[in-house]
């Protein structure tokens, strides 16, 4: 059993994760490199007390971008995961 904050980082809040919650019940959520489905779903789980039918996992490739100096780097890669929830469920968001 692996604790949540070794597995979830942050939610991502976008105009069309927002969507996808209000529509489908499915928040996204930014996960550490190590994370599988199994992991998360037992993650949102246990931090959110709701039931989880749905785990999608998204590799992200950084993009390319300049320095200020010119030369060519790499934004970081990251990892994020979709989740979708039991019919009626939902994680309330407080800001």
């Known amino acids: 059993m692996i604790s949540a904050d070794k597995v979830l980082k942050t939610i991502r809040l976008t105009e069309k994760s927002n969507k996808l919650s209000s529509n489908f019940g499915q928040y996204t ?3 550490f490199p190590s994370a599988t489905k199994f992991t998360v779903r037992e993650a949102v789980e246990q931090t959110f007390k709701v ?3 749905r785990v ?3 590799n992200r490739k ?11 780097i790499t934004k970081s890669d990251s990892k994020r995961a ?14």
Request: glycine share 8%.
């Open 29 to 31: 959520f930014e996960v």
């Open 62 to 72: 950084g993009k390319p971008k300049k320095s200020r100096a010119g030369r060519p």
């Open 82 to 95: 979709i989740v979708t929830l039991k019919q009626g469920d939902k994680i309330e968001l407080t800001s």
């Open 51 to 53: 039931t989880v039918t």
């Open 56 to 58: 999608n996992i998204q």
